[in-house]
């Protein structure tokens, strides 16, 4: 069973930036595929980013590239979020998760674990 816990979430203006962070414990965080999603209200949740298990495949949503960068230190047990250049349309609840498997990690159905969340608000 593994635990998450998110970080680093809050209000801010846009064009400012927001790193977040996800601490993992009770499993081999080397061994998970890692991913953030995030889910507005009235939106269904979806993929901002994906970190595989080797920690150099990812994957970002369009609507975040060039902006955001995922990164995982598995020694700390720790998945990342670089936030730059923020846009109202980023807020959201952003929520970290962790998988088993060696698939594409973009899908939310290939998680197995997931954090409780941490409010990113961006004020125009």
């Known amino acids: 069973q593994v635990q998450l816990a998110e970080s680093g979430g809050g209000l801010v203006q846009a064009g400012g930036s927001l790193r977040l962070s996800c601490a993992a414990s009770?499993?081999?965080?080397?061994?998970?595929?890692m991913g953030w999603f995030r889910q507005a209200p009235g939106k269904e949740r979806e993929i901002v980013a994906a970190?595989?298990?080797?920690?150099?495949?990812?994957y970002y949503a369009d609507s975040v590239k060039g902006r955001f960068t995922i990164s995982r230190d598995n020694g700390k047990n720790t998945v990342y979020l670089q936030m730059n250049s923020l846009k109202p349309e980023d807020t959201a609840v952003y929520y970290c998760?962790?998988?088993?498997?060696?698939?594409?990690?973009?899908?939310?159905?290939?998680?197995?674990?997931w954090g409780q969340g941490t409010q990113v608000t961006v004020s125009s």
């Open positions: 970190i595989r298990q080797s920690g150099t495949t990812t």
């Open positions: 998760a962790a998988d088993r498997h060696y698939g594409s990690g973009r899908n939310t159905y290939e998680y197995d674990y």
């Open positions: 009770g499993g081999t965080f080397s061994s998970y595929g």
